[in-house]
């Protein structure tokens, strides 16, 4: 069987990235495939936490809600010291802000968080297509056809582009030659075991440390009486994952003969890969997540970073789709490889770190909750921009308390979600330049807000009563803000800001014709 009309995108792969990468294009309303090997969705607790910035991400793609309710904050850790177990406090537990809204690390199984996506995206009305594997990939200058094995048999599939999120073992970044440069250590293994625990409290993340970096780590998992369990074998011992084998092996490590493993759910021998991908793509077949980095598992990064490569790479498709320049798609490594390079050098540190039993590899803080991450200095976001006193072209948009026409209290994330651009217009010079501002029909649309001064063709009227845009966002000034919809500041003007920010629009979205966006009503729908 043959698919002879091209789809907008196939996406290869359907844990976290390409899950996301698919909520987000069918969203844009592109059409979309997603296939992957397996043959039923993962079923492990692997990826277990999600940062800060995730979870925002996670609230414009729909699948929020779900996520945090199937999840928890972070125990404290016991470190068990002969008969002592000394709590550690792994990261400070915060309370929301106006501009960090999820401030916390979200303790979660993988599988709930697939689970919490494939939902999303039946919502949109797709799924993913089990038992689907890759045999051969070819492109075109227009197109690209893969020849995938299905439960029907041999399919060709044509697509307008694809992308690999196929994992670390990536059918698509082999067939397409691409190196994956770094190591492997064959000789560093852990075992990883989701099973019911006895003999054990809940309220911690237990952690028995041992000489030569060997160590065994327990997590309770949220809303269950499952614990994932973390073994690191020395070179010489054998990954041995039977019921009684595991029991022993545990209660050795623990010196605690009434800990005991039962209704074993999911295993696996982790081996540190670091590594990253020599380019993110070629032509018009892109990689995304574990396809282009992975990582040690310390620091809870690797699936974070493949979610925001999603979200990094789906609003650019869907918008050269509409016919924005193809050179939009090559900011997407532009932007994401260095902060995978970043990544990875943050967990590998935190991971020897603890193989050396060094107590401040066990904290976590700013730098593993990806809300500091900026695409600054990219194409995009040249370093000679203007900037704002607190924020450059490139940084997060923080989220804010504003208060709307109404007298009624709105965020800036709840006004910003939806897949389109936002026009921020802080101060009466600004709101003009929004009325007079251009849009193209085609893609992503635009959406206006003045903060400060009325705006005819304003979505929304806003005042900044609590003052977050002057204290956070830095608006001192008149200032139109560009905002991606990534969530990522496209440009800032001070200036001569028509000017200036039709030129930015010109890199970001479709020409203006003669068929710009007509005046938009206040509230319209996403």
Known sequence: MNHHTPVDVLIIGAGPTGSSLAIDLARRGADIRVVTKSDHAFDGSRAKGVQPRTLEVLEDLGALDAVLASGSTYPLLGIHLGPLAVPLRMMRIRRPSPDVPYPNTWLIPQHSTDRALHDRLEQLGHHVEFATTLVELTQTADLVTAKVAGPDGIEEITARYVVG????????????????????????????????????????????????????????????????????????????????????????????????????????????????????????????????????????????????????????????????????????????????????????????????????SLKRGKDEQQLALTYFGSPLARADSNRTKTLRVGDRVPDAVLTGSDGKQIRLFDVLRGPRFTAVAHGRRAADSLDQLEWPAAGAQLKRIAVGATAERADHVLTDSAGTLGSVHGLIEDTLLLIRPDGYIGHIATGDMLSSIRTAIEALAPPVSDRAEASPSPGSAE
């Not at 003969?257 to 021998?269: E, F, H, P």
């Not at 490889?337 to 990544?343: G, H, L, R």
Request: hydrophobic share 40%; with cysteine; glycine share 10%.
């Open 165 to 360: 999120a196929d994992g670390g073992s990536s059918t698509v970044r082999k067939q397409l030659g691409v190196e994956f440069t770094g190591s492997t250590d064959e000789q560093d293994r852990m075992i990883i075991v989701d099973a019911v625990t006895t003999g054990l409290s809940r309220d911690r993340w237990h952690m028995w440390p041992r000489l030569g970096g060997k160590f065994a780590g327990a997590c309770p998992l949220p809303h269950s009486d499952l614990f994932q369990w973390m073994i690191r074998l020395a070179a010489d011992e054998e990954p041995v994952l039977d019921e009684a084998a595991l029991n022993e092996r545990i209660r050795s490590i623990t010196g605690n003969r009434r800990i005991t493993l039962s209704d074993i759910r999911w295993t696996s021998v982790f081996r540190p890969n670091i590594r990253l991908a020599e380019r993110y793509g070629q032509g018009r077949v892109f990689i995304a997540g574990d396809a282009a980095h992975v990582h040690t598992p310390a620091g809870a990064q690797g699936l974070n970073t493949g979610i925001q490569d999603a979200y990094n790479l789906g609003w650019k498709l869907a918008q050269v789709l509409a016919g924005a320049e193809p050179a939009l798609l090559d900011t997407y490594e532009a932007e994401r490889m260095p902060i995978a390079a970043a990544v990875l050098g943050l967990s590998t540190k935190k991971y020897d770190g603890m193989t050396k039993l060094d107590p401040s």
